[in-house]
């Protein structure tokens, strides 16, 4: 059967007997139909341990993340275990472009599948026009005599579905033409400051202080300029409530909140993982893409401004990606999860290695990974939990339980008081072996008006391709002395970051030549094509 079909085939739970099981009361939980929710409570009593799940550098195969998230707390659940997850909400972008769905596969999936790929309870159709809403009120007030003197125009609109066509656009407004630029939605800074956000006073206070625009003195302009923030927050309200769904295996799981990692943080919502972490004894959460960008951020920029402690690190390997970084040796592609446990060593977090097994996986090649990870002294397990569920996760969860209970000195690599080139260079060194930045006439002159306006010290997210360690997407494996070209930086001043773009990293993605909405329809109403 295919990954619809199967989560299709199993019914689930009613979603309030769900929130029962964390211990949620009736008045807690908005339900959406019988099998999402929103819930209301911001906090329980219990402080879970937090485990992180991420990767080597993708390839095109997938590694299969949320599948392993998603297995792992199933198993966790067998073992007697009160858990929960915290994952992201899919982009349609991806659902009808490149990836398909984004809700685990086989029989590690969240359910109902199709509403979670798609509309689900409407939150990307809030920060979507929550955005477009900041663009014409910009619009609305240089119509009306621009009294705030915007010579430049800063903030982007954006869209939930790749259009590469819309990444540069030319607008009229008054007697003036501005340069105009749309992103997609998960890399919107709404999205970043959405996921950012404790509460909803605290979304207020972020949404009021994004830069928008600037005036001929380079004076920023902010949203509270334009007295905007409480519109936004009133369309942001109930979007900022985390959604409850289940797995295959009735295990509960918060998605909320979808920022790319390749383009943005790559993290569910602060206030799931912490509301999760309040109801549950563990949880389980996912950084998108490899370690050295969703963990990379996860656990320098969420973790060491928000008070969230990582108590083990899960890194998902496969056979076929190592062999793909080998170019066919896998000897030889086991140079990039060298890469990437150097990277995650660096932030004294007990590691565990999940190799996530596919049926055409030899056992020889098994002995392979198993025996390099033995060498390196570091926690492997195996996982089969496509084809069987959390039962397929048992070796693993058992892994990952005894390493959750080694003491945790999580520590990030950069600090506050260290500026954006500080970080930038700490990051480079100890993340992307880079032996020198270089940077654009385009990237200095922002760093200069980021000084000039007192925003040099802000934590930093680097944007750049998910496919290497470096900033090119062909060097594969383990490349090392690389040369990172910082290209544009991004002011994103409500959300709290300042976002490094690399190489040739786009913020608003193209569809490829034959997109998945091509086998997405809809027969004998039932959706097919997801996955």
């Known amino acids: 059967m295919t990954d619809i079909e199967i989560a299709n085939s199993i019914k689930g739970k009613d979603i309030i007997k769900i929130g029962k099981s964390l211990g949620l009361e009736e008045e807690d939980i908005i339900c959406y139909g019988k099998r999402m929710a ?26 299969g993340k949320t599948t392993v998230s998603i297995g792992l707390a199933d198993a966790l659940k067998r073992l007697g275990k009160q858990v929960s997850l915290s994952l992201r909400e899919p982009s349609l972008g991806p659902v009808f472009g490149l990836k398909g769905g984004a809700c685990g596969g086989g029989y590690s999936q969240m359910i109902p599948m199709e509403n979670i ?3 689900f309870t409407g939150d990307f159709h809030a920060i979507t026009s929550c955005n477009n809403l900041i663009s014409a009120a910009i619009y609305n007030h240089i119509e009306h005599g621009n009294t705030l003197g915007f010579e430049e125009i800063l903030f982007e609109r954006c869209l939930d579905v790749n259009d590469r ?37 605290d979304l207020k206070r972020r949404l009021s202080k994004i830069v928008v625009g600037k005036t001929k003195e380079d004076k920023f302009i902010t949203i509270a300029d334009l007295k905007l923030e409480g519109a936004l927050t009133v369309l942001l309200k109930d979007a900022f409530l985390p959604n409850l769904v289940q797995t295959l295996e009735e295990t509960p799981v918060f998605v909320h909140g979808g920022p790319f990692a390749n383009i943005a943080h790559g993290c569910s919502s602060v206030r799931s993982i912490k509301l999760a972490q309040s109801l549950s004894d563990y949880v389980i959460t996912e950084a998108g893409f490899g370690s050295d960008l969703g963990g990379e951020k996860f656990l320098n920029l969420v973790c060491s401004n928000h008070d969230i402690t990582p108590n083990a690190i899960v890194l998902v390997v496969t056979i076929r990606a190592l062999k793909y970084h080998g170019e066919e040796n896998l000897e030889q592609g086991l140079s990039n999860l060298e890469a990437h446990i ?32 033995r060498k390196e002294g570091i926690s492997y397990a195996v996982t089969s939990s496509y084809q069987d569920g959390g039962k397929g996760a048992l070796i693993l969860g058992k892994s990952v339980l005894e390493q959750v209970e080694e003491e945790s000195k999580f520590q990030s690599l950069v600090t506050s008081s260290m500026t954006v ?45 998910q496919y290497s360690i470096s900033d090119d997407a062909k060097k594969i494996g383990f490349p090392k002395d690389n040369i990172l070209h910082v290209t544009d930086i991004k002011l994103n001043s409500g959300a ?9 990293i786009m ?9 998945n909405y091509e086998k997405i329809d809809v027969i004998e109403d039932k959706v097919v094509g997801i996955f």
């Open 38 to 63: 929103k819930i209301r409570k911001e906090k329980g009593r219990k402080s879970g341990k937090l485990i992180l799940v991420t990767a080597i550098s993708p390839t095109p195969y997938g590694e």
């Open 117 to 119: 790929n798609l509309h």
């Open 165 to 201: 066509s819309l990444r540069n656009i030319h607008l009229t407004c008054g007697k003036k033409e501005y340069l105009d630029h749309f992103t997609i939605t998960s890399a919107s800074e709404i999205m970043a400051l959405f996921c950012l956000a404790d509460n909803l006073s």
């Open 342 to 373: 150097k990277h995650l060593e660096n932030y004294h977090v007990p590691i565990v290695i999940a190799l996530n097994q596919f049926s055409e996986d030899q056992e020889e090649e098994i002995r392979i990974v198993e025996d390099y990870c």
């Open 421 to 465: 080139e500080e970080k930038l260079k700490v990051l480079g060194e100890k993340v992307y072996c880079a032996k020198e930045i270089e940077y654009s006439e385009v990237a200095k002159k922002k760093l200069e008006l980021l000084k000039k306006n007192h925003f040099n010290f802000l934590p930093i997210c680097v944007a750049k391709t």
């Open 496 to 504: 709290g970051f300042i976002t490094i773009l690399l190489g040739n």
């Open 507 to 515: 913020t608003m993605p193209g569809l490829p030549k034959h997109a």
